[in-house]
């Protein structure tokens, strides 16, 4: 008989460990449904000649693996006020329509604050 390790060379052996690492990497996988199974097929086909004696043998391997997880993630849309452009970023944590925070030196900048009742438009405020 023969030894399939040695068929075709080595070559079954070698689709088989070839198949068998996808899979395996299928399974490692922490994006992928450990529940789902997974699967290797080899299919070797016989072409036998008309006076029997001799067969041409195709040899096929295939191996089904599960899919990733989809990911989820928030993308924050709004409009540049200088430009008008439409501008997205991907939520973080953040507070809506912040973009970056930059956190200046605990330096004193004797700014004072005025107090006023009414609500000013800064989108209008450019424009006078």
Do not use: H, Y
Not at 23 to 28: E, H, K, Q, S
Not at 31 to 56: P, Q, Y
Not at 87 to 101: D, T, W, Y
């Amino acid at each position: 008989m023969i030894a399939l390790e040695k068929f075709a060379g080595g070559v079954l052996k070698e689709k088989f460990n070839t198949e068998l690492q996808k899979v395996l990497d299928n399974i490692a996988d922490p994006n992928t449904d450990f529940k789902k199974t997974r699967k290797i097929s080899l299919e070797i086909v016989f072409k036998a000649n008309e006076d029997r004696d001799l067969a041409e043998v195709d040899i096929k391997s295939k191996s089904t693996i599960v899919e990733a997880k989809a990911t989820t993630t928030k993308v924050l849309i709004g409009k540049d006020l200088e430009t008008g452009r439409v501008e997205a970023s991907e939520f973080k944590n953040q507070v809506a329509g912040q973009l970056v925070m930059d956190i200046p030196d605990s330096e004193e900048t004797n700014e004072t604050e005025e107090n006023s009742a009414s609500v000013i438009d800064f989108r209008n405020a450019s424009s006078k």
